[in-house]
């Protein structure tokens, strides 16, 4: 990056990606924003990297929202490129990035913080963690898929409950309302979702990549479409290489080792 506000680290195939400006708790400002989406570009074509981690930096936030100094003064016209050009629509570019990725929520998820965890696959979060869409206190609503995608998780109550009120909610109401899949103590956090993502980089990528393709496609399309893109991939992966590795170890009694191809 050209500059610290994102720091990367890699792990065997799991790359961690980091929004690093505590002093405003993460907040997503633009750079931040073309950052994230230009990092999962890089590592939507690096086959060495099979699954990506997001979390923020510091104890206290994951990403506290978009970063309202910049809504003063902004032009909705500006505004309007900002969310919407593929550069900077980092909620579409997590949503879309073809290769399992997990939010490590650490703190804070308000906002475009918690529509960039709903846009991740799962969401591992601390149990100091707070959730919310406070963007009605600002006489505003989500931007980043809040309306869409929080329903989808919560139910239409719930969700609505969430944004009419913009009140927060702890980790476990989180796990509870299915916001979140785990809670885990904050100083076992990144341990949990490391070895859960090693675990998942260890499948094949094939498989990953098809698996969320039709899981992806459960939220959009019809039953019956989605199931007929289920079975279309399913033959798709039938032929992969990975395929015959799998069986194989199966029946030699082996781990298998999958080569993404
Ligand atoms: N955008 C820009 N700056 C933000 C921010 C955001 N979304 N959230 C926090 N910050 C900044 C604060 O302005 C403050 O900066 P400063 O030290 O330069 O004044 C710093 O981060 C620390 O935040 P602070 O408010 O002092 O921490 P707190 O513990 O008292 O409160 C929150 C934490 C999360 C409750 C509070 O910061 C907050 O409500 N943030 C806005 C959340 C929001 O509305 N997000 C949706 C935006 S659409």
New binding site residues.
């Given amino acids: 990056m050209a500059d610290d506000t994102i720091l990367i680290s890699t792990t065997g195939h799991v790359a961690t990606i980091t929004i690093n400006r505590p002093?405003?708790?993460n907040?997503?400002?633009e750079p931040t924003r073309a950052g994230i989406v230009a990092l999962l570009d890089r590592f939507e074509n690096d086959p060495e990297i099979r699954v990506v981690i997001l979390t923020g930096a510091g104890e206290?936030?994951f990403i506290?929202?978009?970063?309202?100094?910049?809504?003063e003064g902004r032009t909705p016209v500006a505004q309007f490129r900002v969310m919407n050009s593929p550069d900077t629509n980092a909620f579409e570019a997590a949503d879309r990035f073809p290769k399992p990725i997990i939010a490590a929520v650490n703190g804070?998820c308000?906002?475009?913080?918690c529509e960039l965890a709903m846009a991740c696959d799962i969401r591992i979060a601390s149990d100091k963690a707070?959730f919310g869409?406070?963007?009605v206190?600002?006489g505003?609503l989500?931007?980043g898929g809040g309306t869409q995608r929080l329903p989808r998780f919560v139910g239409l109550g719930n969700a609505f409950k969430l944004l009419y009120t913009?009140d927060?909610v702890t980790a476990d109401e989180a796990l509870r309302l299915g916001l979140v899949s785990e809670v885990v103590p904050a100083a076992d956090l990144m341990t949990r979702v490391n070895a859960l993502a090693a675990a998942i980089a260890s499948k094949s990528p094939v498989a990953l990549r098809y698996i969320k393709e039709a899981l992806r496609a459960s939220m959009r399309a019809p039953m019956d479409e989605g199931l007929r893109l289920e079975r279309t991939l399913f033959g798709l992966v039938f032929a992969s290489e990975d395929k015959v590795e799998g069986v194989a170890a199966f029946l030699q009694k082996r781990k298998p080792e999958f080569k993404g191809a």
């Fill in positions: 002093d405003k708790l907040a997503l400002n206290k936030a506290a929202g978009a970063d309202i100094g910049e809504f804070f308000l906002g475009g913080g707070k869409q406070p963007e206190n600002l505003l989500p931007g913009g927060m």
